[in-house]
């Protein structure tokens, strides 16, 4: 018996296989330590996941920047196509997500990361280039990637009420017709 497992993406899927520690493995109870809180076996698959796809470098960002201008089919899109907005400046907008990108979070809360999701608006058809943090919205987002179902129409909400911590919970729900 190996101490690791592999699960492939699905067909289609850009990510690489990802390696998660085999819970039938001796001595391993199927769940894992992070800051501090018991985290199930998917949690951690997705953490590591993410974190492994993580563009650090700066010519990895340059590149996924070039490719954006690149891939532009307009003059107003090649000429504005910079700027990252909050997934908060965004809420109830219908959006179709195309990809999801990890990056690095120098955030001292949370879980050391952060995506951003491009594509377009759908009320402007302008591109976007949205960034999230919100736990609930990274996992959706993984596992719609996960699934092949990417791109997809969704858009952000938001709860009415803090959280314990002060924070406004996101999530990705589905856009209502007629869009």
């Known amino acids: 018996m190996t101490d690791e497992t ?3 993406a699905p067909r289609g899927n850009s990510r690489a296989a990802v390696k998660t520690p085999d819970a039938d493995a001796p001595g391993d109870n199927g769940s894992d330590v992070v800051k501090g809180e018991v985290v199930g076996m998917e949690v951690k698959r997705f953490l590591d996941g993410a974190k492994a796809l993580v563009m650090e470098d700066a010519d990895a960002t340059q590149e ?9 089919n307009t003059l107003d899109d090649i000429l504005n196509n910079r700027s ?7 809420l109830l907008t ?7 990108r990890w990056m690095r979070s120098d955030m001292e809360e949370g879980i050391g990361l952060y995506a951003l999701v491009e594509g377009r608006r759908d009320d402007t058809d302008e591109p976007v280039v949205i960034s999230c943090g919100g736990v609930s919205v990274m996992g959706q987002l993984w596992r719609m990637d996960e699934l092949g179902l990417l791109p997809v129409k969704v858009r952000f909400n938001q709860a009415s009420r803090p959280t314990q911590a ?3 919970p996101l999530w990705l729900e589905a856009v209502p017709e007629p869009f």
């Open 6 to 8: 592999t699960t492939k």
């Open 84 to 90: 990252v907005t909050s997934a908060k400046d965004v």
């Open 64 to 72: 996924a920047i070039l490719e954006r201008i690149l891939q532009a």
């Open 94 to 100: 219908p959006l179709t997500v195309a990809k999801v």
């Open 166 to 168: 002060g924070f406004y």
